[in-house]
């Protein structure tokens, strides 16, 4: 397996991937172009994806540089430790199926980390997916250091009503909630 900066070239399977485990219509080219950029700072890219011999995607994460990502109402800036402009942004990470469990996202995560230093941010907030299958996400970003700072009920929901998200676990709009967590470097 080898970690690399997330490049255009690696969009179509990175999609393919991201919406068969976050659900249909989760990303599309547009949408992670604009992500992509979010995690370049500096000159420096945030965002990696983990391939195999063939240079296939086996998994993602996608970060955002501080400064570069807009805080909306599921973000509980009170009782962040810094401040948004210090502040950057775990967007998605995923792992294929045959190859969870093998500390791939762990790796990509301490990469990210160790980009959006050199960048600059103190801390990363993500929404973590409770609703995962055994609440994997929010185990993997606790182990990480992460603490919970917020549950907030059907986080997703306006995507589904709006953009057609379509949730893997719900049907027809999703009502899944996600913990706000803070990683300080």
Not at 28 to 51: D, E, R, T, W
Request: hydrophobic content about 45%; some cysteine; glycine content about 6%.
């Amino acid at each position: 397996m080898q970690i690399v900066e997330l490049e255009p070239p690696y969009f179509t399977d990175l999609i393919r991937l991201a919406n068969a485990v976050h659900g249909d219509n989760y990303l599309n080219p547009a949408s992670l172009l604009q992500m992509y950029q979010q995690g370049i700072k500096q000159g420096m890219n945030a965002s990696f994806v983990a391939l195999d011999e063939q240079q296939n995607v086996l998994g993602y994460r996608i970060s955002f540089a501080a400064g570069q990502w807009q805080a909306d109402k599921w973000c509980s800036q009170n009782l962040w430790p810094v401040a948004i402009a210090d502040m950057a942004y775990f967007k998605s990470v995923a792992v294929c199926e045959k190859q969870r469990g093998k500390r791939i996202a762990s790796t990509l995560l301490a990469k990210s980390v160790a980009v959006l230093k050199q960048q600059g941010a103190k801390a990363g907030l993500a929404h973590i997916w409770r609703e995962c299958p055994g609440n994997a996400a929010e185990r993997y970003f606790s182990q990480a250091g992460g603490n919970v700072l917020a549950i907030h009920p059907q986080r997703w929901r306006h995507l589904s009503e709006t953009v057609g998200y379509d949730c893997p676990i719900c049907e027809n709009v999703c009502l899944c909630s996600a913990a706000e967590m803070l990683l300080q470097f």
